[in-house]
């Protein structure tokens, strides 16, 4: 038995902890159990004689859907460390990128402008589908087009935080351990668009996954995810703010002009396969990461 250095990293507190394929469904689990939970006391709240907004609600409740899922690895995590031998950490395919290969700015540069002309090569996908209820069109807006401050909190902070450390920094990362890096990237972002549990949001956060995923395969960066879901929902909080755009659904609905939107559809494609040809370029080290 070792004892294991402090540290105050609080991505590493799960980091003892890979988990298998059942344990990807038992995430899974916990967050619909944590939903639940956070489902009732939104329901308590709104009985409270002080009447609060939904994104006041949203403030205190999305975080709380987290918690049993965070607890449980956490528990794991300090289990599986207390049994390793000193140095025998489990190997996890994903790797850092080498040193001079690539600025980390520029990197993260690259990250940011390929998130956001991913979210416009999806438009077409998500167009197919039919129009979204009106009761699902009434949360979401509840949400984006609360004050800023709100929305960018909720959707910018708290999501990229909580979703990347669930489906990059647990379900990707056990499934690289598991299986091939094709089939984790492709899984976790199945994960990722089942959690948004509405086919709207599911297509883009598919395509999204795919693009996270691989990011996080070539670099072992969890924080580089994180900055590109935070640089995805800011950037649609942003917008839906601008006036005149505030109903707008798609980038389509801004632009006049089709053939302006037809020339910023292939730009964005161009970016993307630019982005996803340089990064598989990016030769791997041999050293093995774990949660960052």
């Avoid at 294991?4 to 619909?32: N, R």
């Avoid at 709240?45 to 449980?72: D, G, N, Q, S, V």
């Avoid at 395509?207 to 995923?213: A, E, I, K, Q, R």
């Avoid at 302006?260 to 494609?269: I, N, P």
Wanted: aromatic share 10%.
């Amino acid at each position: 038995m070792h004892k294991k250095k402090a540290s105050f990293d609080l991505l590493s507190t799960y980091e003892g902890y890979v988990p298998s394929w059942k344990g990807m469904f038992a995430l899974l689990g916990l967050l619909l159990a944590g939903s639940c939970i956070g489902s009732l006391i939104q329901f308590l709240l709104m009985l409270l004689p002080i009447k609060l907004e939904l994104y006041h609600m949203m403030i205190i409740t999305y975080p709380i859907m987290f918690i049993p899922a965070m607890l449980y690895c956490s528990a794991r995590s300090r289990r599986e460390l207390i049994m390793e031998e000193e140095g025998e950490r489990a190997a996890i395919d994903c790797y850092k990128v080498k040193k001079g290969q690539i600025n980390i700015i520029m990197l993260a540069f690259m990250c940011v402008v390929a998130t956001v002309c991913s979210a416009i090569v999806t438009e077409p996908a998500t167009k197919l589908l039919p129009p979204m209820p009106d009761m699902l069109k009434a949360a979401l807006e509840g949400i984006t087009n609360a004050p800023m401050w709100a929305a960018l909190l909720t959707t910018a902070v708290f999501a990229p935080f909580f979703e990347e450390w669930l489906c990059r920094g647990m379900v990707m990362r056990g499934l690289l351990k598991h299986s091939s890096p094709v089939v984790a990237i492709l899984v976790s972002a199945l994960f990722f668009a089942v959690i948004h549990m509405n086919p709207w949001q599911a297509i883009p956060a598919f395509v999204l996954g795919c693009l996270f995923g691989l990011v996080y395969y070539k670099t072992g960066s969890l924080k580089l995810c994180m900055l590109m879901h935070c640089a995805n929902n800011a950037f649609s909080v942003l917008i839906s703010h601008i006036p005149g755009a505030e109903n707008a659904e798609y980038f389509s609905d801004l632009m006049a002009d089709p053939m302006h939107y037809r020339m910023l559809y292939l730009c964005a494609l161009a970016l993307c396969l630019l982005f996803v040809t340089r990064l598989l370029k990016l030769a791997s080290e041999d050293t093995r990461c774990a949660t960052e």
